[in-house]
């Protein structure tokens, strides 16, 4: 199955202090490996791509991840009010927002939901109509609750505008945190980052991929496998769920889809052998 990459930005965005508590500009400095691709030295950010990934699997088309979306208002000034130019990009790679069959968040965080959907007539209209938007029940749960309405003060509440007129227009079912969409495609529960928090693993004509959300943000956390982000709800479960499956899919040598990794995005994770530290090296393909 071909996956199609749909990039909204990429770009510096974050200071690695930001992002990663554990982090010193020391270590940053010495690595070297970061630069120019992944790290902007002159203004001390890591570059964060915000994309989608379409899938064609089983005659439907599948959105993984809709990143930021258009004039939300946000309090991050890069996400603010901001215009991109992600719809003409679906076009070109001929789909029609009507022909999007399924939708899916790896968890509903403001860079994750933007697109699914637009202001229309002043008012936030489902961006795919014919689609369902798939979310999951504990992720779903989590961000109702009062815990995730607190939570929510910290990126605005794009809940409200991006959520729930999916739920008013009809469009959304709550599934099972292992569900399958359908053969080749089906949930890996990674909770950590947060709650309800998936992976997406495709299984098609004898080859695996993982579409792998937030499990992980940058190659940085390759390098240095126990930081966790200043955004996983569970610190300490975003590192046990994020290590085990370092484990498991460096071993099996899986194809992963990291969201917000650059281009080429997709790669491999190669164990480090160095007996002081655990460590990996990430791989880029361009598939
Ligand atoms: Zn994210």
């Known amino acids: 199955m071909n996956v199609e990459l749909l990039i909204e930005s990429s770009d510096p965005l974050l200071h690695p202090g930001e992002l990663y508590p554990d982090s010193s500009p020391e270590l940053i400095a010495r690595q070297s490996w970061l630069t120019p691709h992944l790290y902007d030295a002159a203004s001390d950010r890591l570059v964060i791509c915000m994309q989608s990934f379409l899938l064609r699997s089983a005659g439907k088309i599948i959105l993984v991840d809709t990143c930021v979306g258009d004039c939300k208002q946000r309090p991050r000034p890069e996400f603010d009010g901001a215009v991109w130019n992600w719809l003409e990009r679906l076009e070109q790679s001929g789909v029609s927002p009507e022909e999007v069959d399924v939708v899916l968040s790896t968890h509903l965080h403001v860079d ?81 980052h947060t709650p309800g928090h998936v992976c997406v693993e495709i299984d098609s004509e004898g080859k695996k991929a993982i579409i792998t959300g937030d499990l992980l943000h940058h190659p940085l956390q390759c390098r240095f496998p126990d930081w966790s982000t200043r955004f996983c709800f569970d610190a300490h479960q975003a590192r046990q769920t994020r290590l085990a499956f370092m484990k498991q899919h460096a071993h099996e040598g899986t194809l992963l889809f990291p969201a917000h990794f650059p281009s080429p995005t997709a790669g491999y994770l190669r164990l480090v052998q160095d007996e002081a530290e655990l460590r990996y090296r990430y791989e880029f393909v361009d598939e």
């Open 112 to 192: 994750h939901i933007g697109w699914n959907t637009r202001l229309v007539d002043g008012k936030w209209r489902p961006t795919f109509p014919n689609a369902r938007y798939l979310f999951v029940d504990k992720e779903y749960e989590y961000w109702s609750s009062d815990a995730g309405r607190v939570a929510l003060q910290r990126t605005g509440d794009y809940v409200a505008d991006s959520v729930t007129p999916i739920f008013e227009a009809g469009l959304a079912d709550i599934v099972d945190f292992d569900h399958r969409i359908d053969d080749a495609l089906r949930l890996i529960p990674t909770p950590g």
